[in-house]
């Protein structure tokens, strides 16, 4: 599943999900745009791609802002020439019910898990439809699927992947996929947000008993970028060691 000489930006890469895909990409010979709102831990992250022989640049990015998603991805053909894979992992939550969750809250994580996904796609179809080829990653959740607590959160990422299977449809004339993976609960910087008596409940109820971790993702973006899956959009890849599996009960 090699990714030699390929070009590819992946947003909210400082930390987590994202930093552990940019390191496993450029393993994989690509050239990585490490962009997130945190340009130092962006930074970090590229420093350590670059110390083990890895190509990395790191770049300032607020998905929430449509030109400057634009500048990232403009930027990025300007240098390298091309821009081959585009990961729109940049996420947060705001956890509440919903008579507690108010306006700033969910305007807040709508801009991020939502707007700025679209305004990610937005930016890599421009440049990935004329050279007709191109693979666009989302980071969904199985909270998409509804979870107490999570109205905002949740709902944007069932419009993630109402997006991804939209994007599949117009983009496919243009050798374009568009695919999304959906993490269970995963040992980042976001989950560890979540009060620990409900990750602990959240890994009981998984069939594998333990929490994922950031490369398990990484593998599921890493295998739809490659050639191997060159036939598959419009999908909603599941990664939560079963967790999202109907009438799931602890056993012995």
């Given at each position: 599943m090699e990714l030699t000489d390929q070009v590819a930006v992946i947003t909210g890469a400082g930390k987590g999900i994202g930093a552990a895909t940019a390191k496993l990409f450029a393993e994989q010979g690509a050239h990585?745009?490490?962009?997130?709102?945190?340009?130092?831990?962006?930074?970090?992250t590229a420093k350590?791609?670059?110390?083990?022989?890895?190509?990395?640049?790191?770049?300032?990015?607020?998905?929430?802002?449509?030109?400057?998603?634009?500048?990232?991805?403009?930027?990025?053909?300007?240098?390298?020439?091309?821009?081959?894979?585009?990961v729109n992992n940049a996420g947060i939550a705001r956890d509440a019910t919903a008579m507690n969750t108010t306006e700033d809250?969910?305007?807040?994580?709508?801009?991020?898990?939502?707007?700025?996904?679209?305004?990610?796609?937005?930016?890599?179809?421009?440049?990935?439809?004329?050279?007709?080829?191109?693979?666009i990653l989302n980071t969904s959740s199985i909270s998409s699927f509804g979870n107490f607590g999570q109205s905002t959160y949740s709902a944007t990422k069932a419009g993630v992947t109402a997006l991804t299977r939209t994007l599949a449809i117009e983009c496919g004339r243009f050798g374009i996929t568009?695919?999304?993976?959906?993490?269970?609960?995963?040992?980042?910087?976001?989950?560890h947000t979540m009060a620990e008596v409900l990750r602990d409940q959240q890994v009981g109820r998984?069939?594998?008993?333990?929490?994922?971790y950031p490369y398990d993702i990484a593998r599921?973006?890493?295998?739809?970028?490659?050639?191997?899956?060159?036939?598959?959009?419009?999908?909603?890849?599941?990664?939560?060691?079963?967790?999202?599996?109907?009438?799931?009960?602890?056993?012995?």
């Open positions: 990585v745009i490490v962009a997130d709102l945190d340009l130092e831990s962006a930074q970090a350590g791609i670059t110390a083990h022989g890895g190509r990395a640049t790191a770049m300032l990015c607020d998905v929430t802002r449509r030109a400057q998603m634009d500048q990232v991805v403009d930027e990025t053909v300007a240098r390298l020439g091309k821009l081959d894979v585009m809250m969910w305007e807040g994580v709508i801009a991020v898990n939502l707007t700025g996904v679209f305004n990610g796609c937005r930016a890599a179809i421009r440049h990935m439809r004329q050279k007709g080829y191109g693979r568009v695919n999304a993976v959906a993490p269970g609960l995963i040992e980042t910087p976001l989950s998984t069939p594998m008993k333990r929490i994922g599921a973006f890493l295998f739809l970028a490659s050639p191997e899956a060159s036939f598959i959009t419009g999908h909603v890849l599941v990664v939560d060691g079963g967790q999202s599996l109907p009438n799931t009960m602890v056993r012995a």
